[in-house]
């Protein structure tokens, strides 16, 4: 099949559920068109020569068939223990009321499935709703734009801070036959707020599983927002995930990717600084092993001056496995004084793994202070000799040494309940497969 039968399949499942009384109808029109334009990309793709995330889809779905049905399950499993928050569950892109609870009192946050809040709150939505994330850039992107059935919108006020986090948890129901779903995320924090959001990602069944998320994310003026997101899903999962952040001066932005497990798994991160004073700061970890498939695309765009952003993604690859990074940062002629720094640090742990990275620099102005770089290699032999020597087995040394490399970016994790979780998954992750 061509890349070309495949986009037209899409298009026509997405056109045979299309709802014209959306109020969103005529975005999702512009999408489908530009979908129809770019098409699904192909093997000359420059953004995903190194993910032929098509050819996948092709290969292990079928990309008009309806979804296999919801069995009702029970999403406990999922769960993050000890981690107090507001809850959302999405089951298949649908959002499940019965599952989620809402415990932050009203006056700090506004938490609704978008599908209530296109409904209710229009003059919230409509202004950002597809304002942010431009589907004309990548068709993937535009996929979900057309195809959303529903996500969370979460609005925080001004001069407030959300003391409990938001824990949204994405839950694939493939036992009875594939599921494909789109999923759209909408949050607009207001001036002198702070909210902190993280993401899960789990499947129930062992059919495949794709699924396309969108997160548009406008923070105010002097706003912070915190954004975990983790990919540890045991099943055949796809996946493609798109944030895009606008922020407004002053403003603060933490974003922590965790990918863990899942098939191919492809991560575009986008961060607009419009505004002096902004502090950014992107993490990643991807540790994988067997054929799983890892890529985060980057892109940091500082457009005003006197603004900070630092980027560290690091990557420990085992088996056949595969790790793609590529980080972008434009420093526009307006944005003098711009500090930003980005790295991309790899393990190799195996002849047949492999990483591609791309680390980029583009800057018009010429007072600032930017570095990037990258480095790829296996374990030092000598301080794994040494631990060995001090009566540590081979396994327990590699483990160490491993969690001491992923390390560093625990270390950036305030909330004390989500940094135990991450760093459990971690631990026994290497102590396991490593």
Same mark, same amino acid.
């Given at each position: 099949?061509?890349?070309?039968?495949?986009?037209?399949?899409?298009?026509?499942?997405?056109?045979?559920?299309?709802?014209?009384?959306?109020?969103?109808?005529?975005?999702?029109?512009?999408?489908?068109?530009?979908?129809?334009?770019?098409?699904?990309?192909?093997?000359?793709?420059?953004?995903?020569?190194?993910?032929?995330?098509?050819?996948? %889809? /092709? @290969?292990?779905? $079928?990309?008009?068939?309806? +979804?296999?049905? !919801?069995?009702?399950?029970?999403?406990?499993?999922? =769960?993050?223990?000890?981690?107090?928050?507001?809850?959302?569950?999405?089951?298949?892109?649908?959002?499940?009321?019965?599952?989620?609870?809402?415990?932050?009192?009203?006056?700090?946050?506004?938490?609704?499935?978008?599908?209530?809040?296109?409904?209710?709150?229009?003059?919230?939505?409509?202004?950002?709703?597809?304002?942010?994330?431009?589907?004309?850039?990548?068709?993937?992107?535009?996929?979900?734009?057309?195809?959303?059935?529903?996500?969370?919108?979460?609005?925080?006020?001004?001069?407030?801070?959300?003391?409990?986090?938001?824990?949204?948890?994405?839950?694939?129901?493939?036992?009875?036959?594939?599921?494909?779903?789109?999923?759209?995320?909408?949050?607009?924090?207001?001036?002198?707020?702070?909210?902190?959001? %993280? /993401? @899960?990602?789990? $499947?129930?069944?062992?059919? +495949?599983?794709? !699924?396309?998320?969108?997160?548009?994310?406008?923070? =105010?003026?002097?706003?912070?927002?915190?954004?975990?997101?983790?990919?540890?899903?045991?099943?055949?999962?796809?996946?493609?995930?798109?944030?895009?952040?606008?922020?407004?001066?002053?403003?603060?932005?933490?974003?922590?990717?965790?990918?863990?497990?899942?098939?191919?798994?492809?991560?575009?991160?986008?961060?607009?600084?419009?505004?002096?004073?902004?502090?950014?700061?992107?993490?990643?970890?991807?540790?994988?092993?067997?054929?799983?498939?890892?890529?985060?695309?980057?892109?940091?765009?500082?457009?005003?001056?006197?603004?900070?952003?630092?980027?560290?993604?690091?990557?420990?690859?085992?088996?056949?496995?595969?790790?793609?990074?590529?980080?972008?940062?434009?420093?526009?002629?307006?944005?003098?004084?711009?500090?930003?720094?980005?790295?991309?640090?790899?393990?190799?742990?195996?002849?047949?793994?492999?990483?591609?990275?791309?680390?980029?620099?583009?800057?018009?102005?010429?007072?600032?202070?930017?570095?990037?770089?990258?480095?790829?290699?296996?374990?030092?032999?000598?301080?794994?000799?040494?631990?060995?020597?001090?009566?540590?087995?081979?396994?327990?040394?590699?483990?160490?040494?491993?969690?001491?490399?992923?390390?560093?970016?625990?270390?950036?994790?305030?909330?004390?309940?989500?940094?135990?979780?991450?760093?459990?998954?971690?631990?026994?992750?290497?102590?396991?497969?490593?």
């Amino acid at each position: 099949m061509s890349e070309k039968n495949s986009t037209a399949e899409v298009i026509a499942a997405i056109e045979k559920n299309l709802d014209v009384t959306s109020p969103v109808v005529q975005l999702r029109k512009e999408a489908l068109s530009d979908l129809s334009e770019k098409g699904l990309p192909g093997n000359k793709s420059e953004e995903y020569k190194h993910t032929p995330l098509t050819r996948l %889809l /092709e @290969k292990n779905f $079928s990309l008009s068939q309806s +979804n296999a049905p !919801s069995n009702g399950i029970d999403p406990t499993p999922a =769960a993050i223990p000890f981690v107090e928050g507001n809850t959302v569950v999405f089951i298949n892109g649908k959002y499940a009321a019965d599952h989620s609870r809402i415990v932050s009192p009203a006056s700090e946050i506004t938490i609704l499935s978008l599908r209530d809040a296109l409904l209710n709150h229009q003059e919230l939505v409509l202004p950002f709703l597809g304002k942010i994330a431009d589907h004309k850039t990548d068709a993937f992107t535009a996929w979900n734009t057309a195809a959303f059935v529903d996500g969370v919108f979460i609005h925080v006020p001004d001069n407030k801070t959300v003391e409990l986090p938001i824990l949204v948890y994405h839950i694939h129901d493939v036992q009875s036959g594939q599921v494909i779903s789109a999923t759209r995320n909408l949050v607009v924090v207001g001036k002198n707020s702070e909210v902190s959001i %993280l /993401e @899960k990602f789990d $499947s129930m069944g062992s059919y +495949n599983g794709f !699924s396309t998320l969108v997160s548009e994310v406008a923070v =105010a003026e002097n706003a912070g927002v915190t954004w975990y997101s983790i990919q540890n899903d045991k099943g055949n999962r796809y996946q493609f995930e798109f944030k895009q952040f606008q922020q407004a001066r002053s403003s603060r932005v933490n974003t922590f990717t965790f990918t863990l497990d899942g098939k191919a798994i492809r991560n575009n991160l986008q961060l607009s600084l419009d505004g002096e004073g902004i502090d950014s700061h992107m993490h990643g970890l991807y540790l994988v092993g067997k054929d799983t498939l890892a890529d985060n695309h980057t892109v940091v765009d500082h457009k005003q001056p006197n603004s900070f952003s630092n980027e560290l993604y690091k990557g420990i690859i085992e088996d056949s496995a595969k790790g793609v990074f590529n980080g972008k940062i434009f420093v526009r002629p307006n944005a003098q004084k711009t500090n930003a720094f980005q790295a991309n640090r790899n393990i190799l742990l195996t002849d047949k793994a492999s990483i591609n990275t791309k680390p980029q620099l583009e800057i018009w102005a010429d007072d600032v202070k930017c570095s990037h770089g990258c480095t790829s290699g296996q374990l030092d032999e000598e301080a794994l000799f040494y631990l060995q020597t001090r009566g540590i087995n081979k396994d327990t040394a590699r483990a160490m040494m491993l969690y001491a490399f992923a390390g560093e970016l625990l270390d950036t994790i305030k909330h004390p309940g989500i940094k135990e979780y991450i760093d459990t998954l971690i631990s026994e992750r290497l102590h396991k497969n490593f």
